[in-house]
């Protein structure tokens, strides 16, 4: 995958993130689910960040 590439990809996921998360705030406070949904959402920002952060130094490196 090129450069350009990844980031589009990056840029993707973190549009389709934040849908979720506007999707996610309209469930109810207190609902299990939204908790659920949240933790789920927070692992996916990690690992966009972790990603993006890889491919960072790989750019630093090339």
């Given at each position: 995958?090129?450069?350009?590439?990844?980031?589009?990809?990056?840029s993707?996921?973190?549009?389709?993130?934040?849908?979720?998360?506007?999707?996610?705030?309209?469930?109810?406070?207190?609902?299990?689910e939204?908790?659920?949904?949240?933790?789920?959402?927070?692992?996916?920002?990690?690992?966009?960040?972790?990603?993006?952060?890889g491919?960072?130094?790989?750019?630093?490196?090339?």
């Amino acid at each position: 995958m090129t450069g350009f590439e990844a980031q589009a990809a990056l840029s993707e996921a973190r549009e389709a993130a934040s849908l979720a998360s506007y999707d996610i705030q309209k469930l109810s406070e207190d609902s299990v689910e939204r908790q659920a949904l949240h933790n789920l959402l927070t692992a996916i920002d990690a690992l966009i960040n972790a990603v993006e952060a890889g491919s960072d130094s790989d750019s630093d490196a090339g």
